[in-house]
């Protein structure tokens, strides 16, 4: 025999949490499954352990997605401030960083106890641990089965995420159902991801370790923020950000000492004729880099023995100095995965299939892809309300 519910919502991470609170505390009966064996794994390794969980400048504009319009109408109904209204009425603390990104002061697993609490308050029954099973529809329910048992509901909700960071369980089964029911998938790939490098750019791969600020660009997508060299390749906030523009054969650009004026090479030559280069660079950038910089840029000595040709060639490479990436480090150090269930076949204001009555697409699943810094987080919150106020 089968459990009857109102719904079944098929993955325990932030997406899965809120919305099966959202409909619990409707009146809605909810099962909530996961295979893992506990609920917000990726929550609690999230901002080094302390979930930044939202971001104050959400806007659309920092959504990638195949229809560039699907994400504004949840997010303009759930907004950071009111994810930050439900933090403060628990009494976590929490503190802003650079670029409006909010973090907890203490611990992510405030905000999975947090959810919890939210899904008690709604009386949905969480289960872990036991594997899916046959998932099938027919007669206007689902059948979902898991372990030894089964339920069955009018409503299913995929809230199973992509697949970065498998260790911690992530698969790419949202995708598998999405075909499964009809619904198209946008290529899924890693994003916000570490780049690496080929061999040709071996010297820069010695450099494991040093970062600095640089903005980073790739197409018309541009972010300034700290670029970190590995002994792979090239990661840090700049180079996750501008990951999820990148394609492959495409050249991403990264330009040192961004707050330099035009022209400040040549500046520096009248001003400090005796000064070489290795040192003006030096008064901006670690001195690990600036070697490998000089050596790339064949120039050597005073500055007032360059011309001035030459100290703007250097200028401009400095401005856009180019990275050729043969790849990234892939699903297992991707923070987050782009593509995935076509945002066509779906309400963007319920998240409801449109051809497919009862089946809803939230959070990673969906393809929305939002930058580093808290936006993927208030877009689970936020696509998660909007299916949880309509099952």
């Not at 899965?16 to 506990?38: I, P, S």
């Not at 001003?271 to 880099?289: M, Y």
């Not at 076949?345 to 808290?374: N, Q």
């Amino acid at each position: 025999m089968s459990e009857t519910y109102d719904a079944i919502v098929l993955g325990a991470g932030a997406a899965g949490l809120f919305c099966a609170a959202t409909a619990g505390q409707r009146g809605k009966r909810v099962l909530l499954l996961d295979h893992a064996d506990q609920v917000g794994k990726k929550i609690l390794i999230s901002g080094g352990g302390r979930c930044n969980f939202t971001n104050i400048h959400t806007a659309p504009d920092r959504y990638l997605s195949g229809n560039a319009h699907f994400a504004k109408s949840a997010l303009s109904r759930y907004t950071p401030a009111d994810f930050l209204d439900m933090v403060e009425a628990y009494g976590i603390a929490w503190h802003e960083k650079t670029l409006g990104q909010l973090f907890c002061d203490g611990s992510a697993k405030q905000i999975v106890a947090m959810l919890l609490e939210e899904c008690a308050r709604g009386g949905v029954t969480v289960h872990c641990g036991d594997a899916l099973g046959e998932i099938d529809h027919a007669d206007g329910h689902y059948r979902v089965a898991f372990g030894a048992r089964a339920a069955t509901a009018p409503a299913l909700v995929i809230a199973t995420g992509g697949p970065s960071i498998p260790k911690m369980g992530a698969t790419g089964l949202a995708y598998d159902l999405a075909r499964k029911f009809g619904l198209k998938v946008v290529q899924p790939r890693p994003a916000l991801v570490p780049l690496t490098l080929p061999g040709a750019e071996a010297l820069f791969r010695d450099l494991s370790g040093v970062s600095t600020e640089v903005v980073a660009r790739c197409g018309k997508a541009a972010f300034r923020e700290a670029a970190l060299f590995t002994h792979r390749g090239l990661s840090g906030p700049a180079i996750l950000q501008i990951s999820s523009y990148w394609q492959r054969g495409q050249t991403v650009t990264t330009q040192f000492l961004p707050d330099r004026a035009e022209g400040w090479l040549k500046d520096a030559k009248r001003e400090r004729p005796r000064a070489s280069l290795r040192k003006v660079l030096g008064e901006g950038l670690p001195e690990r880099l600036v070697d490998v910089l000089c050596e790339r840029l064949g120039l050597s000595g005073e500055l007032g023995a360059m011309s001035d040709k030459a100290l703007a060639a250097a200028e401009a490479k400095l401005a856009r100095w180019p990275f050729v990436p043969d790849g990234s480090e892939g699903y297992a150090k991707a923070e987050v995965t782009a593509g995935g269930i076509d945002t066509g076949a779906l309400s963007s204001k319920t998240m409801e299939a449109r051809k497919v009555p009862g089946l809803f697409v939230v959070g990673e699943a969906a393809d929305v892809t939002g930058w580093l810094g808290g936006y993927n987080f208030q877009w689970a919150w936020a696509s998660a309300r909007a299916a949880g106020l309509a099952i």
